[in-house]
């Protein structure tokens, strides 16, 4: 399979959770709202989402101010906001995912199900990131079956890459 499943054992869910200390450690601060997920484009660069809006930003190490005004996903992924919650970098991409969980009141909302990728581009000499391919919007399903788990006990919160460059979810 292109992707993996990891039960919690003291949740009886699909879920991984991975801590990135350095998303949450000053001396930057993320322009809008609280950082959920992220990458690292090169030694001194990183990409930021949070799971309050589809922009992404783009940061350089010890400095609190974003590069640029950031890039805002909502055209590619046709959603205002996603819950962002992860990514990972194989090769010039970044994937990102959303929680495929239901929202805090129970709703199914297709904004949560997505998963999609950006590509590391250079622009004026700094990185930036633009929109590849299609966003997947119908991994929730799929998911929770082979985790053997109800839909709405399904909370994506972590996605990494192998070294053989698969992903895993």
């Given at each position: 399979?292109?992707?993996?499943?990891?039960?919690?054992?003291?949740r009886?869910?699909a879920?991984l959770?991975l801590?990135?200390?350095?998303?949450t450690?000053?001396?930057?601060?993320?322009?809008?709202?609280?950082?959920s997920?992220g990458?690292?484009?090169?030694g001194?660069h990183?990409?930021?989402?949070?799971?309050?809006?589809?922009?992404l930003?783009?940061?350089e190490r010890?400095k609190?101010?974003p590069?640029?005004?950031g890039i805002?996903?909502?055209?590619?992924t046709?959603?205002?906001?996603?819950d962002?919650?992860?990514?990972?970098?194989?090769g010039?991409?970044?994937?990102?995912?959303?929680s495929?969980s239901f929202n805090?009141?129970?709703?199914?909302?297709?904004?949560?199900?997505?998963?999609?990728a950006?590509?590391i581009?250079?622009a004026n000499?700094?990185?930036?990131?633009?929109?590849?391919?299609?966003?997947v919007?119908?991994?929730?399903?799929?998911?929770?079956?082979?985790?053997?788990?109800?839909?709405?006990?399904?909370?994506?919160?972590?996605?990494?890459?192998?070294p053989?460059?698969?992903?895993l979810?």
């Amino acid at each position: 399979a292109a992707y993996q499943i990891v039960k919690s054992p003291d949740r009886g869910s699909a879920q991984l959770n991975l801590q990135a200390s350095w998303l949450t450690r000053r001396p930057w601060s993320p322009q809008n709202g609280l950082a959920s997920a992220g990458a690292f484009i090169d030694g001194t660069h990183f990409a930021v989402a949070s799971d309050e809006t589809n922009k992404l930003q783009i940061y350089e190490r010890g400095k609190p101010q974003p590069i640029g005004n950031g890039i805002d996903m909502e055209t590619f992924t046709s959603f205002d906001k996603s819950d962002l919650e992860a990514a990972a970098v194989i090769g010039d991409r970044i994937y990102w995912i959303s929680s495929h969980s239901f929202n805090s009141r129970g709703e199914d909302r297709p904004k949560r199900k997505v998963f999609f990728a950006t590509k590391i581009v250079q622009a004026n000499g700094k990185p930036s990131l633009e929109g590849v391919g299609k966003p997947v919007k119908s991994l929730r399903d799929p998911l929770a079956k082979a985790a053997g788990i109800k839909l709405e006990e399904m909370n994506i919160e972590a996605l990494t890459a192998t070294p053989e460059g698969g992903l895993l979810i």
